[in-house]
């Protein structure tokens, strides 16, 4: 082939390519002027950033048992209509020991994707946010520095966790549910119901005592939340996690949104008591075994964990459109964005605010305009420019990625330092 010839033959490809729109064109030219033209189908949505449809499929044969990598518990598994876990309102789900977002199909399995920012090839006349000459990470970096983004908002699910080494609830013979099958529950997340929880408490608490707070180090994620929050980015934090491994970051209570509830309160689930009990109170209890209940009506005493048949918390729905209305850069780690209402809310900030997913795999991606990210420009126009990154990989590693662009590394790896330190943690943790 020669030059004129794979110059045209580029062409076409490109034209094809931009046609689908979504396909991903390599092109490597050698020292002698010979052109090589590839052209692949990218997977869609969920399958990752440059997949093919080979990688696709496996992709999708590939379970994932880690709750940790976004994978879970009462939240992933909407119960059927008739069941005692049903609930008549679209605003009621359950936690899970981090933040149940996902579902075991869509779910990462195995080690984390190595780590990459990815670069769309935008339809011709598409305008974007990003500076041509930076890596989207890097023009998002250089916003922060010159001050343009003063009002951060970061989301958050389990896959912020993951490396705190909290258990997973799946692998054969280690996973929590493998340890609650003597309890013979109807199906997993049952754990999870109201209901059920109120018929027999005693496979949450179990559960409970493997996840209860002050066993795990906030990771460096997390950190990097309470370094936005100390140099007074933070808008507010919205977790999915029931884990308080944000407060345990030292983040301030009132920068963080508990969108499923935590472990840091809990109430006596009586309808004429309600009384609440301390975090410490309750785990005086499940770590001798025994079920907690109310000191004046004798019923369970549980953490204030959204299960099932329980409404968000209210903080939730008070704080979200005021947020939301004043973001200026939207920051989503380690979530499927699967659970509503809160996969839907990364659309509540201005049309032209950049969002940042950083995560092992693509997700909440727009099938129509205005819904969900748009990271290939495919919804974009002039009123409203491409403005959505995506870091592929760890979030730790991801976090430490951005902090460096942002000229913070050396702080964050003090910060996280330093907390262990005063703890008298285990580094390794």
Known sequence: MDHDEAIAGLAQLLGESLALGEARVNVSVSSE????VHATRAAP???GPIADTEAKE???TAGCDSLDADNGAAAVVPPSPGSDEASGSEESYAGSSSGSDSDDDLAWSGPPPPLQVYTPLLPAGVTSVFAASDSSLEAIADMVVAGKAKNVIVMAGAGISTDAGIPD???PGTGLYDNLQKFNLPHPEAIFSIDYFRRNPKPFYVLAKELYPGQYVPTQSHFFVKLLAQKGLLLRHYTQNID???????IDPELIVEAHGSFHTAH???RKCRQEYSQEWVKEHIFRDEIPRCGSCDSLVKPDITFFGEGLPSRFFELLVEDFAKCDLLIVMGTSLLVQPFASIIDRVGPHVPRLLINRMRVGESKAPGAGFDFDGRFSFSQSPHRDAFVVGDSDEACALFAGHLGW????VELRASHIAKQGLDPAK
Do not use: H, N, Q, W
């Open 244 to 250: 308080c491994l944000e407060r345990a970051a030292g």
């Open 45 to 47: 949505s969920k399958d």
């Open 409 to 412: 590394l050396d702080e964050l």
């Open 268 to 270: 006596c689930i009586g």
């Open 33 to 36: 002027t010979a052109v090589e």
């Open 58 to 60: 496996t992709s999708r």
């Open 169 to 171: 609830f799946r692998s």
